[in-house]
């Protein structure tokens, strides 16, 4: 029987058994081969879970993961054996009345991979065999396994800059540079942004942000009133991403938006408390980006035509049995970008 990654509870991480269907209809078996650690599993890894969003049961974690084909189900096209994929852990019913009406990233039945939202938890994705959705499975031709296990969080990023509206020339903040902060800025840029600011507070993140392509990086925590200058006025910057899920990093760029300017939220970790009456008189927009749907084949199109190079924030790989060491260097933002898992051959 395959084996599979378990969290039972806040640092309590387990290999186990978990079966494997065969391939029915539309579906195919597919070999992992590798998958990235994202901020989600270490919530549920340190803490347990975030927000109002706790483990109930024992959960396989992974969502960001690419493999092998190694069989197909009756009635799949476009597919074949051996075919490098990603799989898209973004898997709504199509039939509610989200999904009808166009945002399936709302989908009321949503199965997204390594998820404790619903209850029972919708088991991950970090598993030796998985079988998918063929539709879930877009073909990598000429990218790595490791590229095409970036595609989930680029993916992340494509939809927020979809949500944002139009970059081009504006000048855009991005506040929190993980990954997926350093995605934002990479799609920000690809939409035409025209000038970019990152803050974080570690020189290591924000040294990935300028290679990235941000024009002007300032450390927040060595300097807390750094966004000072941009909030000249009434405020100078079109669009923030905020990419940390930290209050103070949302509240003290605030000042800087500019009247009718854009919040696009997209970290997560809880609730936070907003001075509300100065996003109403400077009439700000303020908008959540949650997950993604068809950005996801968009982020593997755009890495294969070289549109945007995920390679450099892939700073570490694990054989998967080391686990615990992998989960521990993605707790050290002092050196990990993107940790990922290593399931075989790469």
Known sequence: MAQALFVHGSGDLRLGPCETANPAAGEVQVALRRGGICGSDLHYFNHGGFGT????????????VAGEITEIGPDVTGLAVGDLVAISPSRPCFAC????????????????????MPFPHIQGAFREVITARAENCIKADGLSAAEAAMAEPLAVALHATRRAGNLVGQRVLVTGCGPIGVLAIMAARRAGAGEIIATD????????????????????ARDPEALSPYAEGKGTVDVLFECSGAQVALVSALPAIRPQGRLVQLGMSGDMQLPMMQITARELQLMGS????????????????????TRPLITHSFAWAEFAAAFAMANDRTQAMKVQLEFGPC
Do not use: W
């Open 290 to 309: 949650f997950r993604f749907h068809e950005e996801f084949a968009m982020a593997v199109r755009m890495m294969q035509n070289g549109l945007i190079d």
């Open 97 to 116: 009345v989200e999904c009808k009406r166009g945002l399936p990233n709302q989908c009321l039945n949503m199965r997204f991979y390594g998820s404790a």
């Open 53 to 64: 969003v706790r483990l109930r049961e024992p959960m396989i974690l992974g969502h960001e």
């Open 201 to 220: 507070i570690s020189d290591t993140m924000l040294d990935y942000a300028r290679k990235a392509g941000a024009d002007t990086c300032l450390n927040t």
